[in-house]
Each structure stands twice: as structure tokens, then as C-alpha cells.
């Protein structure tokens, strides 16, 4: 059964930088094999699509986030990350990992003005 696990969320001012990661974990399961994906829900908001890398290691963005935010992958550590630069209030949401239909449990970024 496939896991997928969150962290490096925290608190930071508007302008900073954060990592995301996301750890996967399953008997069988590889990310270098699977698309890839990271969410994120603000308060009161619908969850919203943030990023996405593919098996070939395209990636794709929102424009809300294009050219700050980059996706990336280390096969041999079976983890996803999202590195965020130049953060924004309105970056402000539980983030998600997410591949197929398993969800991690997310992890909170905020960030002040």
C-alpha cells in the first residue's frame, strides 16, 4: 500500500523561501514511475493543482506559482519536493502531495506580510 508523507511546512515571511518534500513509501511502489503531483488548499478554499513531474520528468506549474516554485524528484530516495522561492501571503494553504488516488496528509506553509 502506497504512503506518502509531508513535511518542511512552517512560517516564513513574504519574500522567503521554503522545501517541501514528500516521502513515499509502499512494497512496490516507485515515484520514478508514477506522475507526481503537488496541491494545495487554502483556508476556505478548494483544493487547487500546484505542480506536476511525470515519469519522463516534464514538469508543469500553475501560473500562480510558474517561475518561482520548482518540482523535482530523487528516484533513489523515492521522495518529491517543491522548492518555493519569493513566498507570497496568498501562498498560504496546507500543501499535498498526491499520485493516482493516494493523498498525503499535507503540511502547512504560511506566510506573512
Known amino acids: 500500500q502506497v504512503q506518502l508523507v509531508e513535511s518542511g511546512g512552517g512560517s516564513v515571511q513574504a519574500g522567503g523561501s521554503l522545501r517541501l518534500s514528500c516521502a513515499a513509501s509502499?512494497?512496490?511502489?516507485?515515484?520514478?514511475?508514477?506522475?507526481m503531483n503537488w496541491y494545495r488548499q487554502a483556508p476556505g478554499k478548494l483544493r487547487e493543482w500546484v505542480a506536476t513531474?511525470?515519469?519522463?520528468?516534464?514538469?508543469d506549474y500553475a501560473d500562480s506559482v510558474n517561475g518561482r516554485f520548482t518540482i523535482s524528484r530523487d528516484n533513489a530516495k523515492n521522495t518529491m519536493y517543491l522548492e518555493m522561492n519569493s513566498l507570497k501571503p496568498e501562498d498560504t494553504a496546507v500543501y499535498y502531495c498526491?499520485?493516482?488516488?493516494?493523498w498525503g496528509k499535507g503540511t502547512l506553509v504560511t506566510v506573512s506580510s
Open positions: 509502499g512494497s512496490i511502489f516507485s515515484i520514478n514511475i508514477n506522475t
Open positions: 513531474i511525470t515519469v519522463g520528468g516534464s514538469t
Open positions: 498526491n499520485t493516482n488516488l493516494v
